[in-house]
Protein backbone atom coordinates (compact mmCIF):
# COMPACT_ATOMS: atom_id res chain seq x y z
CA UNK A 1 0.00 0.00 0.00
CA UNK A 2 1.18 3.61 -0.65
CA UNK A 3 1.94 6.20 1.62
CA UNK A 4 -0.63 8.38 0.19
CA UNK A 5 -3.49 5.29 0.17
CA UNK A 6 -1.82 4.90 3.82
CA UNK A 7 -2.53 8.41 4.95
CA UNK A 8 -6.25 8.45 3.07
CA UNK A 9 -7.18 5.28 5.47
CA UNK A 10 -6.05 7.22 8.76
CA UNK A 11 -7.48 10.34 7.43
CA UNK A 12 -11.66 8.39 7.19
CA UNK A 13 -10.64 7.27 10.48
CA UNK A 14 -9.86 10.82 11.73
CA UNK A 15 -13.49 11.65 10.20
CA UNK A 16 -15.41 8.67 11.50
CA UNK A 17 -14.07 9.66 15.31
CA UNK A 18 -14.93 13.06 14.50
CA UNK A 19 -18.50 11.78 13.37
CA UNK A 20 -19.38 9.39 16.33
CA UNK A 21 -18.09 12.29 18.53
CA UNK A 22 -20.32 15.03 17.11
CA UNK A 23 -23.35 12.58 17.13
CA UNK A 24 -22.74 11.65 20.75
CA UNK A 25 -22.45 15.52 21.59
CA UNK A 26 -25.84 15.95 20.18
CA UNK A 27 -27.57 13.11 21.57
CA UNK A 28 -26.26 14.28 25.27
CA UNK A 29 -27.31 17.67 24.42
CA UNK A 30 -30.77 16.48 23.27
CA UNK A 31 -31.01 14.70 26.72
CA UNK A 32 -30.13 18.16 28.69
CA UNK A 33 -32.84 19.70 26.92
CA UNK A 34 -35.06 17.05 27.96
CA UNK A 35 -34.49 16.44 31.13
CA UNK A 36 -31.62 13.76 32.58
CA UNK A 37 -32.45 11.04 35.51
CA UNK A 38 -29.98 11.93 38.31
CA UNK A 39 -26.90 9.43 38.59
CA UNK A 40 -23.68 10.50 40.57
CA UNK A 41 -21.60 7.17 38.93
CA UNK A 42 -22.75 8.73 35.24
CA UNK A 43 -22.08 12.49 36.51
CA UNK A 44 -18.83 12.09 37.31
CA UNK A 45 -18.54 9.32 34.25
CA UNK A 46 -19.49 12.69 31.89
CA UNK A 47 -16.86 14.93 33.85
CA UNK A 48 -13.61 12.94 33.34
CA UNK A 49 -14.99 12.35 29.99
CA UNK A 50 -15.57 16.12 29.32
CA UNK A 51 -12.03 16.85 30.92
CA UNK A 52 -10.27 13.65 29.18
CA UNK A 53 -11.15 14.89 25.91
CA UNK A 54 -10.14 18.49 26.74
CA UNK A 55 -7.05 17.42 27.72
CA UNK A 56 -6.44 15.48 24.57
CA UNK A 57 -7.40 18.84 22.00
CA UNK A 58 -5.17 20.88 24.13
CA UNK A 59 -2.27 18.30 24.28
CA UNK A 60 -2.83 18.72 20.36
CA UNK A 61 -2.12 22.35 20.61
CA UNK A 62 0.79 21.86 22.23
CA UNK A 63 2.31 19.17 20.48
CA UNK A 64 1.42 20.11 17.35
CA UNK A 65 0.00 23.58 17.26
CA UNK A 66 2.99 25.84 18.28
CA UNK A 67 1.36 26.59 22.16
CA UNK A 68 3.17 26.76 24.38
CA UNK A 69 3.36 24.81 27.74
CA UNK A 70 3.27 28.15 29.82
CA UNK A 71 -0.12 28.66 28.65
CA UNK A 72 -1.31 25.46 30.62
CA UNK A 73 -1.09 27.53 33.46
CA UNK A 74 -3.64 30.24 31.94
CA UNK A 75 -6.24 27.12 30.60
CA UNK A 76 -6.17 25.71 34.15
CA UNK A 77 -6.83 28.72 35.69
CA UNK A 78 -9.74 29.74 33.12
CA UNK A 79 -11.01 26.67 33.89
CA UNK A 80 -11.09 26.40 37.44
CA UNK A 81 -12.87 30.08 37.59
CA UNK A 82 -15.67 28.66 35.28
CA UNK A 83 -16.27 25.77 37.25
CA UNK A 84 -16.05 28.11 40.30
CA UNK A 85 -18.87 30.67 38.64
CA UNK A 86 -20.85 28.02 37.00
CA UNK A 87 -21.21 26.17 40.43
CA UNK A 88 -22.88 29.50 41.89
CA UNK A 89 -24.74 30.32 38.44
CA UNK A 90 -26.11 27.33 38.23
CA UNK A 91 -28.03 27.09 41.57
CA UNK A 92 -30.48 28.86 40.05
CA UNK A 93 -30.97 27.96 36.65
CA UNK A 94 -31.50 23.59 37.53
CA UNK A 95 -34.39 22.14 38.56
CA UNK A 96 -35.48 18.73 39.98
CA UNK A 97 -38.31 17.08 39.79
CA UNK A 98 -39.53 13.03 41.23
CA UNK A 99 -40.99 10.78 38.33
CA UNK A 100 -43.25 8.42 38.84
CA UNK A 101 -40.81 5.06 40.05
CA UNK A 102 -39.17 7.96 42.49
CA UNK A 103 -36.19 8.13 40.51
CA UNK A 104 -34.97 12.16 40.52
CA UNK A 105 -34.42 14.17 36.74
CA UNK A 106 -32.77 17.74 36.89
CA UNK A 107 -32.42 19.98 33.78
CA UNK A 108 -31.43 23.53 33.20
CA UNK A 109 -28.06 26.01 32.84
CA UNK A 110 -28.10 24.51 29.27
CA UNK A 111 -25.98 27.76 28.17
CA UNK A 112 -22.85 25.86 30.17
CA UNK A 113 -23.62 23.27 27.47
CA UNK A 114 -23.66 25.37 24.77
CA UNK A 115 -20.04 27.14 25.48
CA UNK A 116 -18.82 23.66 25.74
CA UNK A 117 -19.75 22.21 22.62
CA UNK A 118 -18.80 25.57 21.20
CA UNK A 119 -15.35 25.18 22.27
CA UNK A 120 -15.05 21.86 20.92
CA UNK A 121 -15.99 21.94 17.93
CA UNK A 122 -14.09 25.39 17.30
CA UNK A 123 -11.15 23.31 18.78
CA UNK A 124 -11.66 20.65 16.16
CA UNK A 125 -12.41 23.12 12.91
CA UNK A 126 -9.15 25.14 14.14
CA UNK A 127 -7.10 21.88 13.98
CA UNK A 128 -8.01 20.54 10.62
CA UNK A 129 -8.12 24.03 8.89
CA UNK A 130 -4.28 24.44 10.15
CA UNK A 131 -3.30 21.29 10.93
CA UNK A 132 -5.43 18.58 9.60
CA UNK A 133 -6.37 15.37 9.82
CA UNK A 134 -3.79 13.96 11.58
CA UNK A 135 -3.99 15.98 14.27
CA UNK A 136 -6.69 13.55 15.79
CA UNK A 137 -4.04 10.53 15.52
CA UNK A 138 -2.55 11.85 18.87
CA UNK A 139 0.76 10.90 18.09
CA UNK A 140 3.20 12.21 21.08
CA UNK A 141 6.37 11.23 18.73
CA UNK A 142 5.70 13.25 15.91
CA UNK A 143 6.96 16.82 14.89
CA UNK A 144 5.39 19.37 15.47
CA UNK A 145 3.67 21.44 12.55
CA UNK A 146 5.27 24.72 11.98
CA UNK A 147 2.49 27.23 12.07
CA UNK A 148 1.98 30.84 11.79
CA UNK A 149 1.22 33.22 14.90
CA UNK A 150 -2.65 33.61 13.32
CA UNK A 151 -3.08 29.77 13.60
CA UNK A 152 -1.48 29.52 17.06
CA UNK A 153 -3.38 32.69 18.25
CA UNK A 154 -6.69 30.98 17.41
CA UNK A 155 -5.32 27.39 18.84
CA UNK A 156 -4.78 29.92 22.28
CA UNK A 157 -8.73 31.28 22.26
CA UNK A 158 -9.98 28.15 21.45
CA UNK A 159 -8.44 26.09 23.84
CA UNK A 160 -9.55 28.90 26.44
CA UNK A 161 -12.90 28.32 25.00
CA UNK A 162 -12.67 24.95 25.38
CA UNK A 163 -11.38 25.50 29.04
CA UNK A 164 -13.96 27.87 30.13
CA UNK A 165 -16.61 24.88 28.99
CA UNK A 166 -15.26 22.21 30.68
CA UNK A 167 -15.12 24.26 33.75
CA UNK A 168 -18.41 25.41 33.38
CA UNK A 169 -19.96 21.47 33.02
CA UNK A 170 -17.84 20.23 35.98
CA UNK A 171 -18.85 22.79 38.37
CA UNK A 172 -22.56 22.21 37.11
CA UNK A 173 -22.30 18.57 37.82
CA UNK A 174 -21.10 19.14 41.44
CA UNK A 175 -23.88 21.35 42.04
CA UNK A 176 -26.28 18.82 40.54
CA UNK A 177 -24.33 15.98 42.77
CA UNK A 178 -24.55 19.01 46.02
CA UNK A 179 -28.27 19.53 45.39
CA UNK A 180 -29.12 15.43 44.25
CA UNK A 181 -27.59 14.67 47.98
CA UNK A 182 -30.16 17.29 50.01
CA UNK A 183 -33.22 15.98 48.13
CA UNK A 184 -32.17 12.48 49.09
CA UNK A 185 -31.35 13.19 52.37
CA UNK A 186 -34.46 15.41 52.61
CA UNK A 187 -33.35 18.98 52.63
CA UNK A 188 -34.53 20.01 49.29
CA UNK A 189 -37.91 19.20 48.78
CA UNK A 190 -38.62 18.28 44.58
CA UNK A 191 -42.60 18.38 42.69
CA UNK A 192 -43.46 15.91 40.86
CA UNK A 193 -43.44 17.45 37.35
CA UNK A 194 -41.08 19.38 35.56
CA UNK A 195 -40.19 22.71 37.21
CA UNK A 196 -40.41 25.76 35.05
CA UNK A 197 -37.04 27.03 34.72
CA UNK A 198 -35.27 29.68 32.63
CA UNK A 199 -34.00 27.46 29.25
CA UNK A 200 -30.96 28.81 30.04
Do not use: C, H
Not at 148 to 158: E, K, P, Q
Amino acid sequence: MSSSAGAGANDSSVYVFLGILMLLVIRRFSRVIRGSKVSVGRTILFSIYYLGFAGLLIAVSVLSGGVSWVDLVLYALVGAVGGYGSYAFSDRRIGFWKAADGSIYYKGAIIVYLIYIAGLFARIAIDLAFIGPQAFTFSLGGTPSTLSSTAIDAGIVTDLLLSLGVGLLVGRNLRVMKRYKAIVAGKEAVTDTPPNIPLL
